[in-house]
């Protein structure tokens, strides 16, 4: 089985480097016109509550059944979000976030630990099914901590979690023929799905 691990087009917030983490922000207008339509046709694609992975499932793949898991969404980083590191470069709870690699809990937030472990279950529980189910494909387009998350605990060759968050609207294609016995997934390629990378 195959699984692509994608995340969703550009926002308004990802081009000013802002925090998005959970608030519900739209794909930006030059987001949605650089998608094109992936190269794929799942059946079913799962998704987030949040609505930018649901915009974007819908360019890349009219027509899936688009199914929302909680699970996936990506980390809340509480009162960061919405801020850029510029607007944050003199707020001591920031400073002293990024001195501890970003690894303490964020004011009113989730802390990478916790958050990785929600990422984690939520992925393998994906897995596990389609792979129960039969089936050839599983497609989740979710975000690039979700990536990051899932990549850095399951993914061959191993990186670190840093390393695997792939451009919007990019993403991960990984073969399940040793997640059963080795929870492990190889990375078969990388894949982008915007009229750029096409041309």
């Known amino acids: 089985m195959l699984i692509y691990l994608l995340r969703h087009g550009l926002t308004e917030y990802n081009a000013e480097k802002r925090y998005q983490g959970q608030r519900d922000i739209p794909l930006s207008a030059a987001g949605r016109a650089m998608l094109c339509r992936a190269d794929i046709s799942p059946k079913t694609v799962y998704i987030t509550p949040l609505c930018r992975t649901r915009q974007t499932a819908e360019v890349l793949f009219p027509g899936a059944k688009l ?18 590191y510029i607007e944050m470069e003199h707020d001591p709870d920031y400073l002293a976030w990024v001195a501890a690699n970003c690894e303490s809990p964020c004011p009113d937030g989730e802390t990478k630990a916790a958050f990785c472990e929600r990422i984690c279950a939520a992925f393998s529980a994906l ?30 060759p191993h990186k670190d979690y840093y390393e695997w968050c792939a ?8 073969d399940a023929k040793d997640w059963t016995a080795k929870r492990v997934l190889h990375l078969v390629k990388t894949v982008q799905y915007t009229k750029e990378a096409r041309e």
């Open 67 to 84: 199914v929302e898991t909680d699970g996936l969404k990506e980390m809340c980083f509480g009162s960061f979000e919405g801020r850029n």
């Open 127 to 156: 897995v596990d099914k389609a792979l129960a189910d039969g089936e050839e494909m599983l497609v989740i387009l979710a975000h690039g901590g979700t990536q990051m998350a899932a990549m850095e605990r399951y993914a061959l």
């Open 167 to 174: 451009p919007n609207a990019g993403g991960f294609v990984l």
